[in-house]
């Protein structure tokens, strides 16, 4: 019984350190509009940084990056940016350069009363 418990806290514990990040673009583009911020949290985990209106992730190697528009606590829109970009060196050497690109991106008008 004991080793049994140790063999699944250690099964666990691999998986935690392993599999954490659940940030990818595959289930990024699983997030809808409409959806709640408990559904996106679900799908993607954890923002890097939560603000009432968005929320951003982020993933350093390769980098990538996502913010997630809310209103009244539902999706209104997203943005992915994923950094690429080759140029060559003046010495002939192949260099990689990291450049924005703005992958998909949803804009979102709001009216303000006057």
Request: contains cysteine.
């Amino acid at each position: 019984m004991k080793q049994t418990l140790i063999l699944l806290l250690v099964a666990v514990a691999a998986g935690v350190l392993t599999g954490c990040n659940k940030f990818t673009q595959k289930r990024y583009s699983l997030v809808q509009t409409d959806m709640t911020e408990l559904e996106v949290e679900k799908i993607l985990g954890s923002p890097f940084k939560k603000f009432s209106d968005s929320w951003t992730y982020i993933h350093d190697e390769p980098y990538y990056r996502a913010k997630i528009l809310f209103r009244n606590g539902r999706v209104v829109g997203k943005a992915w940016t994923d950094m690429k970009g080759i140029e060559d060196d003046p010495d002939g050497k192949t260099a990689i350069r990291k450049t924005p690109e703005v992958i998909q991106e949803t804009t979102i008008k709001v009216n303000v009363p006057e």
